[in-house]
């Protein structure tokens, strides 16, 4: 049997490989770490006054982003990605 390389696969196709594969673990983990390494986007601070504003704010663009079929952000922030 050879070997998978999940490093050559886009992120989109590595979620795709391991939901239509979901006994391999290892490609689980690949796309498990590769969404971990990625910087987290802080949108407030629970003692942020304006912490409700700005959660819907961002709620907001994801679902415009989403919507329009484009991403203003990387996909792993404080709002776990939708893909």
Avoid: C, W
Avoid at 24 to 43: C, E, H, S, V
Avoid at 64 to 80: I, M, T, V, Y
């Amino acid at each position: 049997m050879s070997q998978t390389d999940y490093d050559a696969m886009s992120d989109a196709e590595l979620k795709q490989y391991f939901l239509k594969h979901r006994g391999d673990k290892a490609a689980f983990q690949a796309y498990l770490d590769r969404i971990n390494q990625r910087p987290r986007r802080i949108i407030a601070s629970p003692d942020d006054p304006d912490f409700d504003e700005k959660v819907q704010t961002a709620i907001r663009q994801k679902l415009e982003a989403a919507k329009s079929g484009r991403s203003q952000q990387p996909p792993h922030d404080a709002l776990e990605p939708t893909d």
